[in-house]
């Protein structure tokens, strides 16, 4: 067993590459149990890759592959952040999920997806008749034939998790550098010399957690790639807040074998969404949204709810999944080069990095020892969500910046002097909901600029306001 921690001076314990989801949850895991961490990010911000547009849905695990790694991963981090969302002050909106069966054919599958549930652990998960799903759904479309309640699935606010992962390993003193592309590396075996476009830094360990590019970084740094990212975009629709009174549980469709389907959902923002769609592409950067899809997207929400037929859409976004060739997720340690890729992390990553961190300090520390930090700092990040009372409830919030969202001055002040400003007008409308609303910035977009002045790294112009 080594102990890296005696090493000298200007040698991170671990670098982690990408600050996606599962990079700030690695930040955080690894600093709190003692090592010195360094996380690099490419982009100007956080969250510009899988983890900034997704369906925000923290899973029980009661319909993943029986026995797997994803499983135990989503179920290790579904049971980490209802421990720890409370202190970081992260939401939980408990709405429950029906899975709904539409068909004969869906009908004929839900007994199975009760047993997998319970061979998953999953015990509260049990069919239901029509009549119980219309009880609980009162808008849905009567033609619903049954279903199986999750009693606890939730969702969540997919921006302020990471962001509370990575602040507070900050607070505990790992360091972030965005604007930090990691270019190259050699380990000459002590270990990485990496090259990244702010300069070289040195790391005993290095955690590949690059998410779409997770295999690009593999074949530059080691040579060779164990995986093949396949990009798989899902597109979103997001209807006004009205809308989102339609509904209470998330409704799931029955899944198919390479994806969950197409959802109906609250979000913690107080809209309704319904998406994904799951579309293989060979662009790793772009997610694009066409009329088409969407339309299909509005036509298959409504037949679910006919209600919504009549709602205004609020905004349209994709996403892109990291997927490769296997549905796992692709884990590849290699002790001997101090290396560990958290690859692959297809569609469950929201639910899973707090699991997925604690499986690769499991993984690590099986070669390194390091002293856990007596009594970490637990910092609470400000409150995003509807459901919990928002800036412009408080007193003193001074002004409302954003009408449509309700985002006050004080709160887009606060965000730009955090200890992990915002990169970037993504990065601010992650942090605040500002210009994310029925008007998507024209009202309030050059308010927004002014009180940012020079703050981002870009600035705010026509199409950036746009980026989700
Ligand atoms: C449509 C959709 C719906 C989903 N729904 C859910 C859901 O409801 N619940 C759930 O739990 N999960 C969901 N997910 C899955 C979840 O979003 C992903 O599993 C997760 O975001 C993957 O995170 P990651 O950190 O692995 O990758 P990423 O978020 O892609 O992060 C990788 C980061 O690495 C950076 N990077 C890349 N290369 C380099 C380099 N060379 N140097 C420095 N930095 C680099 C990138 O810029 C990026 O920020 C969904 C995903 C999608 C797309």
């Not at 609470?380 to 007193?395: G, K, L, S």
């Not at 970037?424 to 309030?444: E, N, P, S, V, W």
């Amino acid at each position: 067993m080594e102990s890296r921690g005696e090493r000298s001076e200007g040698i991170y314990d671990v670098a982690v590459i990408g600050g996606g989801v599962v990079g700030c949850a690695v930040a955080r895991r690894f600093t709190l149990e003692g090592a010195r961490v360094v996380l690099l990010e490419k982009a100007h911000d956080i969250l510009a890759g899988a983890s900034k547009g997704n369906s925000a849905i923290l899973h029980t695990g009661f319909d993943a592959p029986e026995g797997s790694l994803e499983l135990a991963c989503m179920q290790a981090g579904y049971a980490e952040y209802r421990a720890i969302h409370e202190s970081l002050n992260l939401p939980l909106l408990a709405t429950g999920a029906i899975v709904a069966a539409w068909s004969e054919h869906d009908e004929a599958e839900l007994d199975a997806i009760v047993a997998r549930a319970h061979a998953n652990g999953v015990d509260n998960v049990r069919r239901i008749d029509r009549a119980e799903v219309l009880a609980h759904e009162a808008q849905l479309n009567p033609a619903v034939r049954g279903g199986v309640l999750v009693p606890d699935e939730h969702v969540i606010d997919p921006w302020s998790a990471p962001l509370a992962y990575l602040t507070q390993a900050m607070a505990n003193g790992a360091e972030v550098r965005r604007d930090c592309e990691v270019t190259s590396g050699a380990f000459d075996g002590l270990a990485w010399q990496l090259d990244t476009s702010r300069g070289r830094i040195a790391a005993a360990q290095v955690i590949n957690c690059a998410g779409l590019y997770g295999d690009l970084v593999e074949q530059s740094l080691l040579g060779e790639a164990h995986m093949q990212i396949r990009p798989r975009k899902g597109q979103f629709v997001v209807f006004d807040k009205a809308a989102a009174a339609l509904v209470d549980h998330i409704l799931l469709p029955v899944p198919q074998p390479r994806t969950k389907g197409v959802v109906v959902t609250r979000t913690a923002y107080g809209n309704l969404l319904v998406g994904p769609t799951a579309e293989e592409q060979d662009d790793r950067e772009h997610a694009r949204v066409d009329r088409d899809t969407l339309e299909a997207l509005i036509a298959a929400g409504a037949e679910r709810l006919p209600a919504l037929a009549d709602m205004p859409v609020t905004a349209v976004y994709a996403g892109l999944r990291p997927a490769t060739e296997d549905k796992e997720y692709r884990i590849r340690h290699e002790p001997a080069r101090h290396w560990l890729t958290l690859g692959g992390v297809r569609s469950t990553g929201l639910t899973a990095a707090l699991g997925i961190a604690a499986h690769a300090y499991a993984l690590y520390r099986e070669h390194v020892e390091h002293s856990p930090l007596a009594s970490p700092v637990v910092p609470a990040v400000p409150n995003i969500a509807e459901h919990r009372p928002r800036d412009w409830q408080t007193a003193g919030y001074g002004e409302i910046v954003c009408h449509c969202e309700l985002v006050t001055r004080r709160e887009i002040e606060a965000a730009l002097a955090s200890p992990l400003p915002p990169g970037d007008i993504g990065g601010l409308k992650r942090r605040t909901r500002a210009c994310m609303g029925r008007c998507q910035g024209f009202y309030c977009g050059a308010h927004v600029a002014q009180i940012a002045g020079d703050a981002l790294a870009t600035p705010l112009s026509t199409g950036a306001a746009h980026d989700h």
